[in-house]
């Protein structure tokens, strides 16, 4: 790494099967979220170089499945520090297996965690799980955002993660295709609500207000398989953020992820 950037970032894999994010300071190697078996991260970060031998945490974001498949795995292996908040760890225990006690830490929404020479702030989002949190890393006068599993964002929420140098935000679904698509009516509700996933358009408009003169790059996380394309994913945000006035492909670019391969890891 060098002098000049406080980070290395890869998004290892964003979608509804699955999640996982690598970001490296000098000091630290960290996961957020490890939602894919340990085999499959593994794998990924060999894409970007890097080995799980090498991590030193994982931090949880909520409970579901897609967030936490191989935690327990990757923590008794490699013995990993494991943090979430309390509510998670009470909800997600009993399917991530045995951790040591002393690699489960205790991680509080709205507190700042400093693990070696990077500061990590949580703060809650609006999802069906115990209490959803995601986070903003801090180094040196630059930040990256992680904000997907999300129904709604307060404005609260929007000044906690403004002007961040590079976001993974949610990108979940295409409206149209939702409505249009086979899944049951409740399920659809259940998305569409404050306490589902942002669509496509939700997911534009709220960086729309976020964006700062510090943002470069933004990332679309979290797509559905069923009911989203990453050209739709695209065109909403390309085509809201312009209507914004906004410097799309000028001042900042917006980049895709995937569900089964890693980004390029790029420097903030």
Known sequence: ???????????????????????????????????????????LLAEINRKPEDLDAVLVTHEHRDHIHGVGVLARKYKLDVYANEKTWQAMDPMIGKVDVGQKH??????????????????????????P??????KEN????????????????????????????????????????AYPWSLKQRILGDQGHLSNDDGALVMADVIGPKTKRIYLGHLSKENNMKE????????ILTEYGLGVGHTFNVYDTDPEASTELFSI
């Open 1 to 43: 790494m060098s002098q000049e950037n406080a980070f290395n970032v890869s998004i290892l894999a964003s979608g509804s099967t699955g999640n996982s994010l690598f970001i490296e300071s000098k000091e630290k190697k960290v996961l957020v979220d490890a939602g894919l078996s340990g085999k499959k991260i593994t794998s």
């Open 106 to 131: 205790i991680f509080e929404m709205g507190k700042v965690l400093t693990l070696g020479d990077m500061d990590i702030e949580s703060f809650g989002v609006s999802h069906d799980a115990a209490a």
């Open 133 to 138: 949190q995601f986070y903003r890393f801090y």
């Open 142 to 181: 630059r930040s990256f955002v992680i904000l997907t599993d999300t129904g709604y964002c307060s404005d609260h929420l929007r000044g906690t993660v403004r002007d961040a140098d590079a976001y993974l935000i949610e990108s979940n679904h295409d409206l149209g295709m939702l409505r249009a698509g």
């Open 232 to 239: 739709l994913a695209q065109m909403a945000m390309s085509s």
